[in-house]
């Protein structure tokens, strides 16, 4: 689990790239397309590290996942956005915020997907 949260750093640093380049719009577009891009195909391909059991797949990529993924990236950026300038206690606790709110959105959209919709 500690090399998932390399995937929001490189959004983060995608999306500055956009940004300087084009614009801020573009930036959040990129990242969310990126995010699902990565996120899927690192569970589709390296399934011999970790691989979704008892869930709804599509190949080796569990559906429920993905919105929660992309919410991951976006929050990421977002949260690097607007934090530049303040005080450590305050990145701190949104970074904490941005973990609590991928935890609720895969329990959420597991919820919804496997047992609602699915």
Known sequence: MFGLWTIPLFMILLGNRVQKRLNVKYAYLTVGISALLVFGLSEQFLDFL???QD???IGNIAVYILIPEIIL???AYWIYLHLQDTLIFQ???CIFQVM???L????????LVEKIIL
């Open 50 to 52: 970790w691989y979704a």
């Open 55 to 57: 869930v709804t797949r």
């Open 73 to 75: 990236g976006l929050s």
């Open 91 to 93: 990145k701190i606790f």
């Open 100 to 102: 609590v709110l991928y």
């Open 104 to 111: 609720g959105n895969a329990a959420f959209f597991y919820y």
